[in-house]
């Protein structure tokens, strides 16, 4: 796809996650990285080791350097290290790893070493533990000194990787480029990708920028040891630097946003001008908040907007008194709970903004009341944050009795009670959730299914749902293909094609929730003879698949796959390909771009090859897969499935 | 080594210049309460400034006291 | 935070706002000395309160001690063993040519004065006789006191031992201002010539400027075993490596404290703390970036105490160890805690009492085994580890600057005396640490991987006592020296003996030793066998130990324990059988095997 507007430099657009985003970014400009693996942010150290390994180069034509430590201590420790050397570096965390660095983090930013660490926020391990998103993490080092900015999404998370950088850099201050983990670090999207001498431009070589303070040329003292005399003295001088970090944040966007015509700043106000409420979020669930005020507006004709934290430090207390004063009231929405504090940290922070504004505090232009304010925990542990919730937030917000602090997503009695979950995707868009196996390949399927969509100039957003799966268990992943740019990151509860490589899912789980009117649903099958197919479908389902006039595709995957893999252990890995194939000749959303088959297979090949290109005979094995995909799958005809209408059992609950 | 045999430290009380029968000069290093005795090589014409009365010039530094055949001839600091 | 517009330093100004060296040896430093640093402006320069390289040799001690050395040059010898062994750098020696003397001496106005200083030279053979045999012009040594960094402890005059050319004095300001005098026409003097430091005496290095890279200034107790460590350990890499490749970084504890106190720095190279048991992957840090750049042949040293290494940070040097990276590492083994306030480490001698391991009524100091870093760190592959001393100044030099060599990584661990948490005198670091080797409390190791492909060829054990026995015998007088002997000389055992003890400020123990000491013997002893075993050295002696778990109390409690359990167990049988509890279990117990047998009949 070409150039977005307002940039001056070319761009590529492509398909990538948010680890991948911020790596690739990485890899451009740093000199080197240090890490522990810990979900969610393993990814982000792998793909920079896999740079290292192949031996490739910075913008600046010098030799990335990987290190991998025995814990997150060390990691930052190794970082610590580098740095004070003069070097550029990075590392990349979440959760458990971020807390156990917490000690070096304050070495780091009391030496002013403008290292960038990457995290994919986690929530702590506490009555137990969880490998998903969470804020509760980087809330528990927002006070080490560091600059932390969050991003929503892939595009952003790779555009804070340049902008954290830039500001760390100009203020001598170290900064944290906040993902949700998962949901973000997991999640495939479309991602424009900035030019190479933009980035070299914007960013500067490392060592007119760096200072090396283990020079052995000019041999000085760091880390010393302070006493009553002195302690407190440089403590209190540190704030020299902190005082520039507003400026120089705001310049570093400001300069990002000349240079790529984007429109980053410390918080984004969406639909705020003539808003009666208001939502405040950071990370990914303030994108789902947008696409839900937006239904809202368009809808309902209710004036509800958004108000996304990007920057949480500094924090803009000022910029969101003025963003917030006018409203009647707003609520906050935090992935953690804290309940023994004044409030949530951003709510906290938020009301002390507000006291400040009140009293006239510098900084601040005086208001003289106080918008009604709603603080609320949802997310942990990435619980789903559906656009019900939102409504629900603003349900509590007009309602006489309301709850001043509330949960989401779960029944309790600090729960709001939640009513229609409207669908907010983008208008046309088309989603799929797959039921498979894990060691089937359909995560990677589904990844190679969206990187081919992407490059046909679509909008893209994938993931598998992670649990604690491992191979031979069930597996869900989803897709969203839209001509817009997919703001939503809630669970997928309209779907439009349920294909189930998974023989089990109609007895393990119900393929049928969310299943939009004529959608389809595709099942691998030993038989070839659609009648037999159909018979062997449930009759509850087959009752379903009547009423909701669902298209029934099939096809033995698993019997392609132990034809066309080049050996052993291919055979069951191989069987998620041939889906690509069904994909494509099945989805009416494809058949709209009128292609011919050779252009397709062209693309098809591409998207193999960035995959598979290292290994020939695997790479000629998946486009047969795909083909015959493509070529042999079958319809249930409209016939069979209206024929049959012995009901044998009770029907399925269709969510 | 054994630990009960190791000097203890000591301080210098007096450096003594002694002429023994045969007309050799002996010096040794007086330590605090007596019990560490130091000997001092005698240096060229270091006896000829005891004979003197003078003080030798390597106690010039620190002037500790300098005895001689038992006689104080010059007090801790008296240059 | 409104716009604002915003301009970002250069390279320069960052420098700049980072250290100004200038203002800080001036200003800085002025305040301090004279007014308490109260006036001190909480300024840019104090934010990251970088000290420039040093700045210790502005710091004055001269009041903080009562006696000073006194040289007598004509019994000295000029071995320079008084130079090496000073904690503080506060003892140097220098050899010049008598032509460069007099022409100095011949600008000093005052005829005593000159007497005086001409006074601090001697003809040693050494540097004058041997010299002018082969035909050279001799040099004349002397041996000067900078009475600002001496702390009197006297642990030169020990160094000297036989050699009797120092002493103790008392000083007073007179006698100050003269030490001062004479200090400063030691620094008017040339450095001493190249041709006076043989390469083949290691004790020589300290002649050279090169290796003066550690100025005093530093806050360390009085003979300080660890500061003589870090002295040694900066000449003999500055020596031969040069000072301009050579970095540091320091794990907290003792050594940070007394060396990186704002704002004196006793170090002349690049020197950083990060924390207390990061400092081997902080390391790893800067080894890797200074690697990019294309510093691979700088020396880059990691310094930190036994809690450091063994303890907090015993996962992060194993991780060093593991990178395979040219990184050397310096344990400075006090086997306690010491910087705060002398708690156990799992260095610490079994037996040995300190803080968290106290002896009391019931337990007796502490009942586990010293942990052997050296014996672990040999299991991993590639590395050179050496255990020494600095009383074993050749052996303590040698290893150094095979570590500095070694291409990888190198883990030496130094015995260092503690004056307060040992209980021992001043000037006694030397002298214990010495014992500590005799006595197989702490034995000499060299581990060198490049010595071939067996252990045996390895392990070298050269320089401790007695080699193929169990202790040290003491040929002219026939006394065997075990870990007794040295526990019987520091205070830190003293409850061991169980007799009277006359004063508390007596640090010998008397009487005879407790079990749990013998134990410690016993565990030391084992140790000991182990390295011969190690090193393929048969020990003369055949009495086998048995092998030591804990201490003797440690075993006494567990024999109770057992006891106790053994009596519970046989309290509960007894209650099974008869009580009423008893005959309900029983009841259970035929009701199920009467419903087994109904469903086997069944089927
Ligand atoms: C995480 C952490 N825990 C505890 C301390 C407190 N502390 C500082 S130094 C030290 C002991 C140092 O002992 P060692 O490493 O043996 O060095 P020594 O002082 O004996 O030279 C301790 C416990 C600390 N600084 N950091
Ligand atoms: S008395 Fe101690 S500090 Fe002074 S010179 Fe001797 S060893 Fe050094
Ligand atoms: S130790 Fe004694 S003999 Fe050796 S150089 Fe020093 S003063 Fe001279
Ligand atoms: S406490 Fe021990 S290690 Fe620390 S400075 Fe004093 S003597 Fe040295």
Known sequence: MGSTNGSHFPEITTTMDGAQSVVYVEAKITQGACAYPITSSSKMGEEY????????????????????????????????????????????????????????????????????????????????????????????VADCGWGMIFAKNAQEAGDFALISRRAAEDSDTPFFNVQDGFLTTHTIETVVLRDDEMMRQYIGKPEEKLLNLMDTANPLMVGAVQNQDSYMKGKIAQRHYYDQVPAALQNAMDEFNQLNGTNYSMIEEHNMENAEYAIVAMGGASETAMATVDYMRDVWDTNVGVVNIVAFRPFPGPIIVEALKNVKAFSILERMDNPLAQSNPLTTEVKSAFVDAMNGAPGYSKIDQVPKMFSGAGGLGSRDIRPADFISMVENMRAKES??????????????????????????????????????????TNKAIATMVGELGYHVQAYPKYGSEKAGLPTTYYLTISREPIRTHSELNFVDFVPMNDTNAFHTTNPFAGLQEKGMIFLQTPMTDPQEVWDAIPANAQEIVRKKHIQVVALDTKAIALEEAPSPQYNQVMQGVVLLGIFLSKVPFLQGLNMAEEELFDQVYKVLDKNYGHRPESLRANLNCVKRGYHEVFEIPRGIIEITSIVRSLPLAEN | MKVSEAPQRRSIHYIEYRQTENGEWISEKFHADCELVMEHKIADGEIAQIEAGERPDW???????????????????EH | MGKVPFFAPTLEERLETAVNIEDFNNRILDDYDRKGSAELEADVQTARSIIPAASGSYRDFSYIATEIPLYDPSNCVGCMECVIECPDTAILGKVVEPDALQSELDQVDDSRDQRMLRSRFADTQKYFSTFEKKGEEGGLFGIFIDPTKCKGCAECVDACGDHQALSMVTKTDETLKQFQETFDFYNQLPDTPKRFISDRLLTDMMLSPDSLLYVGGAGSCAGCGEATALRMMTAATGFVHGPENFGMVASTGCNTVYTSTYPYNPYTIPWANSLFENGATFGMGVRSRWNQMGWEGKKLWVVGGDGAFLDIGFQSLSRMIMSGMDINVLVLDTQVYSNTGGQASTASFMSQRSDMAWHGKELKGKRENRKELANICMMHPNVYVAQTTCAHFNHFYRCVMEANEYDGPAVIIAYSTCQPEHGVADNAAMKQAKLAVDSRAFPLIVYDPRKGDTMKERLDLKGNPSVQSDWYTIRKTGETIDFIDFARSEYRFHKHFLGEIESPKITAGYGEPSPELLASKEERLANWRLLQELAGIKSGETAKVAPVKQSAAGSEAAAKQKAALMAARKARKASTSGDEGGAEANKQKAALLAKLKAQKAQK
């Open chain 1, 49 to 140: 080791e896999t740079y290292v390994a192949d031996g490739v180069t910075n913008l600046w034509e010098q030799k990335l350097q990987f290190m991998e430590l025995e814990s997150e201590h060390s990691a930052a420790s190794t970082c610590e290290g580098f740095a004070l050397a003069g070097g550029r570096v990075t590392n990349f965390t979440s959760g458990q790893g971020l807390i156990l660095m917490k000690e070096v983090l304050y070495t780091i930013s009391g030496k002013r070493l403008p290292i960038v660490f990457h995290i994919g926020a986690r929530a702590l391990t506490s009555h137990s533990l969880n490998v998903h998103a969470g804020h509760d993490d980087v809330m528990g």
């Open chain 1, 403 to 444: 709850k001043r602090f509330f949960v989401i997503g779960i029944k309790h009695d600090l729960a709001l009670s939640v009513g229609l979950d409207p669908d907010v995707r983008p208008e046309g868009s088309f989603s799929m959730r797959g039921h498979s196996v894990g060691g089937f390949g359909s995560v990677s």
């Open chain 2, 59 to 77: 106690t010039i530094l620190g002037l500790p006291e300098i005895r001689c055949n038992g006689e104080v001839i010059k007090e801790y600091l």
